[in-house]
C-alpha cells in the first residue's frame, strides 16, 4: 500500500476536512467581505422525491449532532490546505478562523424516524455564516444516504408484514466502508430486525445474523464428499444456523433434508433460498418441511416481496442486500433562506425554494395523517383550516443551542417505533408502490406572502 493510500485511511478529526472545496473557498470570500458572522439560516429539505416513493423517513439526525460537536480544524490540516496553494490571496484572518473554529450555532429538525414530503425541511441551521456554509457537505452526506436506507426499509417492513424477519446483508455492496455501517443503522431504524455487518451490530448493541454461503458447501463438498457432509460440518458447530440449500439442486437438497428429519438424523431449524424461482421453491420446502422457517435472499426489495407474496411464497423472512443499500438517491438539497433576518430564495426553473425559516404543521385525526402545513416559525394557522391550531404537531424542535446539544439521544428501539408510527399514519395511497399519490400540502398564507415578496424584491434589485 502507498503512503497515499494509507493516508485515505478516516478517522473523525478528518470529518472538517470532508467538504467539498467551494465550502472553504465561499467561507473565505465571507470572512474577506467581512459578513461571515452575519447570522445565516440554512434549510435541508427534497424537492422531488425518488420515483415510486410516496414519503421519506428522516434519518441521520444522530450522525449530523456528533459532527457538529466535533467540528474543528487542527494545525496538520490547515498547513496541508495552505500547501495546496488555492488560499493564497485569502486573508489572514481565515486561517486563524480556522484555528479557532467550533460550531456555535442552532439545530432544529424533524425527529429520526418520522415521515416527511417534498419541500419539507428535516433540519435547519441556524449560525454565522462561514459555519453553515463549512458543514453543508458532510450533513447532506449523512442525511441523504440513511434518510434513503431508512425509506426502503420501512417500505419494506410496510409490505412484509410485522411477522416476516427482514435481515440488512448489505455490507459487500454499500458504497464504502463507513456508508455500510450507516446502512446497518439505518436499516435496524426504519424497521429492521437485524444486520449481518459484525462491527455495526456490535457497536448497537445488536447481535449480528448471518447464514453461510456458497463457498462452504462446494468446499467441503469437494473436500469431504457430499453436500450433506458440508451441511452436517456446519451444524456441527452452528446448530441454528439456517442451511443454504441452493448450491447445486434445491428440491434434492430439500429432500435430503426432509428424510434425514423424518428419521431423526438431523434438526433443521431454517433453510435458505438465494437463487431460482423462490416462490415455487418456497413451497415445496413448506411440503417436505413444515417445521422450517424459510429464508430468502437474492435481488429482494419490496417490489420483489409484494410479487412473492401474490405468488402465495411460503417465506418466513428476507436477506436484503443490493437492493437496500443501493438504488436512486435522495436528492436533499441545503439552501439558505435568511441572513441577517432578510428572506432569500432560489428563483431556478425547477429549483424554486421557499423564503424564511419555516415549521411543518402536521395533523393527525385518530392517529392518521390529514394535513399538513408548510408555514414559518410559530405561525398561525388556525385561520387557514376547520382544525384548531392546538391540534397540530410542530414537527421541527430545536436540538443544538449555541453549539451544544439539548435532545437527549434516542435508541434505535425508540425510533423504529418512531418509524413505524409515522407509516401507519399514511393512508394507503401514499404508501403504495405502485404509483404512490403525493401527501397534498399546503403552504400557509404568511409563506405564500413571504414568497411573493421576496420575489418582487429580487426583481426590483
Known amino acids: 500500500m502507498t503512503q497515499e493510500d494509507r493516508e485515505l485511511s478516516l478517522s473523525p478529526e478528518d470529518y472538517s476536512l470532508?467538504?467539498?472545496?467551494?465550502?472553504?473557498?465561499?467561507?473565505?470570500?465571507?470572512?474577506?467581505?467581512?459578513?461571515?458572522?452575519?447570522?445565516?439560516?440554512?434549510?435541508?429539505?427534497?424537492?422531488?422525491?425518488?420515483?415510486?416513493?410516496?414519503?421519506?423517513?428522516?434519518?441521520?439526525?444522530?450522525?449530523?449532532?456528533?459532527?457538529?460537536?466535533?467540528?474543528?480544524?487542527?494545525?496538520?490540516?490547515?498547513?496541508?490546505?495552505?500547501?495546496?496553494?488555492?488560499?493564497?490571496?485569502?486573508p489572514d484572518k481565515f486561517w486563524s478562523v480556522l484555528a479557532e473554529a467550533k460550531f456555535t450555532g442552532d439545530v432544529w429538525a424533524v425527529p429520526e424516524g418520522t415521515a416527511i414530503f417534498p419541500n419539507q425541511p428535516l433540519l435547519r441551521i441556524e449560525a454565522p455564516l462561514w459555519q453553515g456554509q463549512l458543514v453543508e457537505t458532510y450533513l447532506l452526506n449523512t442525511l441523504n444516504y440513511q434518510t434513503l436506507i431508512a425509506t426502503k426499509a420501512a417500505r419494506m417492513r410496510?409490505?412484509?408484514?410485522?411477522?416476516?424477519?427482514?435481515?440488512?446483508?448489505?455490507?459487500?455492496?454499500?458504497?464504502?466502508?463507513?456508508?455500510?455501517?450507516?446502512?446497518?443503522?439505518?436499516?435496524?431504524?426504519?424497521?429492521?430486525?437485524?444486520?449481518?455487518?459484525?462491527?455495526?451490530?456490535?457497536?448497537?448493541?445488536?447481535?449480528?445474523?448471518?447464514?453461510?454461503?456458497?463457498?462452504?458447501?462446494?468446499?467441503?463438498?469437494?473436500?469431504?464428499?457430499?453436500?450433506?457432509d458440508a451441511f452436517h460440518a456446519f451444524q456441527r458447530y452452528f446448530p441454528e444456523a439456517p442451511l443454504l440449500i441452493d448450491t447445486y439442486d434445491t428440491s434434492a437438497a430439500t429432500r435430503l433434508l426432509a428424510q434425514r428429519v423424518k428419521q431423526g438424523d438431523m434438526q433443521v431449524s431454517g433453510v435458505r433460498l438465494d437463487s431460482g424461482n423462490l416462490?415455487?421453491?418456497?413451497?415445496?420446502?413448506?411440503?417436505?418441511?413444515?417445521?422450517?422457517?424459510?429464508?430468502?435472499?437474492g435481488d429482494i426489495d419490496e417490489w420483489e416481496i409484494a410479487r412473492l407474496q401474490r405468488e402465495n411464497a411460503c417465506i418466513d423472512g428476507y436477506g436484503i442486500g443490493t437492493k437496500l443499500v443501493t438504488g436512486v438517491p435522495v436528492n436533499g438539497v441545503y439552501k439558505l433562506v435568511e441572513i441577517d433576518g432578510i428572506p432569500v430564495m432560489?428563483?431556478?426553473?425547477?429549483?424554486?425554494?421557499?423564503?424564511?425559516?419555516k415549521q411543518?404543521?402536521?395533523?393527525?385525526?385518530?392517529?392518521?395523517?390529514?394535513?399538513?402545513?408548510?408555514?414559518?416559525?410559530?405561525?398561525?394557522?388556525?385561520?387557514?383550516?376547520?382544525?384548531?391550531?392546538?391540534?397540530?404537531?410542530?414537527?421541527?424542535?430545536?436540538?443544538?443551542?449555541?453549539?451544544?446539544?439539548?435532545?437527549?439521544?434516542?435508541?434505535?428501539?425508540?425510533?423504529?417505533?418512531?418509524?413505524?408510527?409515522?407509516?401507519?399514519s399514511l393512508p394507503p395511497e401514499i404508501r403504495s408502490l405502485e404509483s404512490p399519490n403525493l401527501l397534498p400540502m399546503k403552504i400557509s398564507d404568511n409563506l405564500q406572502e413571504l414568497t411573493q415578496k421576496t420575489k418582487e424584491l429580487r426583481i426590483e434589485n
Open 18 to 90: 470532508l467538504t467539498d472545496l467551494y465550502q472553504l473557498t465561499m467561507a473565505a470570500c465571507y470572512i474577506g467581505e467581512e459578513i461571515d458572522q452575519r447570522q445565516a439560516n440554512f434549510e435541508v429539505f427534497v424537492r422531488r422525491l425518488p420515483v415510486g416513493f410516496g414519503y421519506l423517513i428522516a434519518m441521520g439526525l444522530a450522525q449530523v449532532l456528533d459532527y457538529l460537536e466535533k467540528f474543528r480544524f487542527n494545525p496538520a490540516q490547515i498547513k496541508a490546505l495552505k500547501s495546496t496553494g488555492i488560499f493564497a490571496n485569502v
Open 158 to 228: 410496510d409490505i412484509a408484514g410485522n411477522d416476516a424477519k427482514l435481515f440488512e446483508f448489505g455490507t459487500r455492496r454499500a458504497f464504502s466502508p463507513q456508508a455500510s455501517v450507516w446502512a446497518a443503522r439505518a436499516a435496524l431504524a426504519g424497521g429492521m430486525d437485524a444486520t449481518s455487518n459484525v462491527l455495526a451490530a456490535l457497536k448497537l448493541g445488536r447481535k449480528p445474523v448471518g447464514t453461510m454461503a456458497h463457498a462452504l458447501v462446494m468446499a467441503i463438498s469437494a473436500v469431504e464428499g457430499t453436500e450433506e
Open 279 to 297: 416462490g415455487q421453491l418456497s413451497q415445496e420446502v413448506r411440503a417436505l418441511l413444515p417445521e422450517v422457517t424459510i429464508f430468502a435472499s
Open 346 to 357: 432560489k428563483n431556478s426553473t425547477g429549483k424554486v425554494s421557499y423564503p424564511g425559516r
Open 360 to 424: 411543518i404543521y402536521r395533523y393527525l385525526e385518530n392517529g392518521q395523517l390529514k394535513q399538513d402545513y408548510l408555514g414559518l416559525m410559530d405561525e398561525d394557522v388556525s385561520n387557514q383550516t376547520e382544525h384548531q391550531t392546538d391540534s397540530f404537531i410542530k414537527l421541527m424542535s430545536q436540538v443544538v443551542k449555541n453549539g451544544k446539544i439539548v435532545q437527549k439521544s434516542e435508541n434505535l428501539e425508540a425510533i423504529a417505533k418512531r418509524t413505524a408510527a409515522s407509516v401507519a
